[in-house]
């Protein structure tokens, strides 16, 4: 357990440690949301470094969203992308965790929301 300490410790100390980017938000809610629809959101941030930076990779915490991302890397003051999307044809509440890691960071962006049950194809009617 103490090598696994040690090795996540950073040159500087992690509480002074600035960010080298800055998410527009790092949660987003997808409120309710009908069944087998399209639920994806972009996250974008801005480098605010002096040097360009790389995402590396984005890990989801399961197979049930995808990701996709700024391939190149990102010059000081642009900005850059990370896609979720989450498979709409599973039903009910989600709450879902990409990991980023950018140069050195790892991010923790969130997805939540609600897949609501597939509206039925007629309508029943009242007999009298």
Not at 25 to 51: C, D, E, I, M, R
Not at 54 to 78: F, H, L, N
Not at 88 to 106: C, H, M, P, Y
């Amino acid at each position: 357990m103490f090598g696994v300490a040690a090795f996540a410790q950073t040159k500087t100390n992690p509480a002074t440690r600035v960010s080298a980017v800055k998410f527009d938000a790092v949660t987003y809610n997808f409120g309710q949301v009908p069944y087998a629809s399209n639920v994806s959101h972009v996250f974008t941030f801005k480098n605010l470094s002096n040097a360009p930076v790389a995402i590396k990779d984005v890990g989801t915490s399961c197979g049930c969203t995808t990701s996709g991302y700024s391939k190149e890397p990102v010059a000081p003051g642009k900005t850059g992308s990370v896609t979720a999307k989450y498979d709409s044809s599973r039903l009910g509440a989600f709450n879902k965790t990409l990991t980023v890691w950018i140069n050195d960071e790892q991010i923790k962006l969130t997805i939540i929301g609600n897949i609501l049950p597939p509206k039925s194809e007629t309508t029943p009617t009242k007999s009298n």
